[in-house]
C-alpha cells in the first residue's frame, strides 16, 4: 500500500528558512525580552522539546503568538532572502508527475509560502496555513477530511517532533528530515514510519509501503 496523499510542513522542509530566522533573532529578542542564545548553543537547543526551547529562551508560553505575528511580518518584509532548498522544488514537481496528491500544512500564511515557492499554488491541491503551535493535529485532520482521503492513507512530512507527534494524533503517517529546524538523533529517536537524509529521497514516496 502506498500513501495516497502526502502533505508536507514548509519552514525546515521546503524552505530553508532557519539562517533568516536565526538573522531576526536579536531584533526579536530585543523586542519581546527574551534571552538570545549563544550559536554554541543551537546544537543542544535543536534537540530540546518545544517546552524546553521556550523555557531554554525565557518564553512564556502566552507570548507565543505575538513573537511569531513579529517574526512573520519580517518575514513579509525581507522574505526575499528565503529560499526553498536547493532540490526541493524539482523533487515536487516529480512527486506530483506520479500521480501523487499534495498538501501543505504550516503555521506561515498563504502569502509567504507563495513568496518562497511561487509555483506551490500548482503543485499542493490544498492547504493548512497560520497553523497556531499547538493546533495542527486539528488542521491535518481538518484538511484530509476536505479532500475526502483516508487518515491512514496520508503521510505528514515534518522537521520537528511536534511535526511527527501531530501527525500521529491526527492518525496520519509521520515522515521525518534531517536537513531542517530539528535534531536528526532526536527525530530518529521518535521511530518515524520514514525518515529522509536529503531531499531527492523524497522520491521513495512514490512507492514507499505504508
Same mark, same amino acid.
Given at each position: 500500500?502506498?500513501?495516497?496523499?502526502?502533505?508536507?510542513?514548509?519552514?525546515?522542509?521546503?524552505?530553508?528558512?532557519?539562517?533568516?530566522? #536565526?538573522?531576526?533573532?536579536?531584533? #526579536?529578542?530585543?523586542?519581546?525580552?527574551?534571552?538570545?542564545?549563544?550559536?554554541?548553543?543551537?546544537?543542544?537547543?535543536?534537540a530540546?522539546?518545544?517546552?524546553?526551547?521556550?523555557?531554554?529562551?525565557?518564553?512564556?508560553?502566552?507570548?507565543?503568538?505575538?513573537i511569531?505575528?513579529h517574526?512573520?511580518?519580517?518575514?513579509?518584509?525581507?522574505?526575499?532572502?528565503?529560499?526553498?532548498?536547493?532540490?526541493?522544488?524539482?523533487?515536487?514537481d516529480?512527486?506530483?508527475?506520479?500521480?501523487?496528491?499534495?498538501?501543505?500544512?504550516?503555521?506561515?500564511?498563504?502569502?509567504?509560502?507563495?513568496?518562497?515557492?511561487?509555483?506551490?499554488?500548482?503543485?499542493?491541491?490544498?492547504?493548512?496555513?497560520?497553523?497556531?503551535?499547538?493546533?495542527?493535529?486539528?488542521?491535518l485532520?481538518?484538511?484530509?477530511?476536505?479532500?475526502?482521503?483516508?487518515?491512514?492513507?496520508?503521510?505528514?512530512?515534518?522537521?520537528?517532533?511536534r511535526?511527527?507527534?501531530?501527525?500521529?494524533?491526527?492518525?496520519?503517517?509521520?515522515?521525518?528530515?534531517?536537513?531542517?529546524?530539528?535534531?536528526?538523533?532526536?527525530?530518529?529517536?521518535?521511530?518515524?514510519?520514514?525518515?529522509?537524509?536529503?531531499?531527492?529521497?523524497?522520491?521513495?514516496?512514490?512507492?514507499?509501503?505504508?
Amino acid at each position: 500500500m502506498s500513501y495516497r496523499y502526502v502533505i508536507f510542513d514548509f519552514d525546515g522542509t521546503l524552505a530553508d528558512s532557519l539562517p533568516f530566522l #536565526l538573522s531576526c533573532l536579536g531584533e #526579536l529578542a530585543r523586542s519581546h525580552g527574551f534571552r538570545q542564545p549563544a550559536a554554541d548553543e543551537w546544537p543542544r537547543l535543536r534537540a530540546a522539546s518545544l517546552t524546553d526551547l521556550l523555557d531554554s529562551l525565557g518564553i512564556p508560553l502566552w507570548q507565543v503568538p505575538r513573537i511569531v505575528r513579529h517574526y512573520r511580518r519580517l518575514l513579509a518584509q525581507r522574505g526575499g532572502q528565503v529560499a526553498p532548498f536547493t532540490e526541493i522544488p524539482a523533487t515536487l514537481d516529480r512527486l506530483q508527475a506520479s500521480g501523487l496528491q499534495l498538501g501543505l500544512a504550516t503555521s506561515n500564511s498563504a502569502a509567504a509560502v507563495q513568496q518562497v515557492l511561487p509555483q506551490a499554488g500548482r503543485l499542493f491541491a490544498a492547504g493548512e496555513f497560520d497553523i497556531p503551535l499547538l493546533g495542527k493535529a486539528r488542521r491535518l485532520s481538518r484538511l484530509v477530511r476536505r479532500q475526502g482521503v483516508a487518515a491512514a492513507d496520508a503521510l505528514y512530512v515534518g522537521d520537528e517532533v511536534r511535526d511527527l507527534q501531530a501527525a500521529r494524533r491526527a492518525g496520519l503517517g509521520c515522515a521525518a528530515v534531517a536537513w531542517g529546524y530539528g535534531c536528526p538523533a532526536t527525530l530518529r529517536a521518535q521511530r518515524p514510519d520514514l525518515f529522509f537524509e536529503q531531499p531527492a529521497e523524497l522520491l521513495r514516496l512514490t512507492s514507499s509501503p505504508c
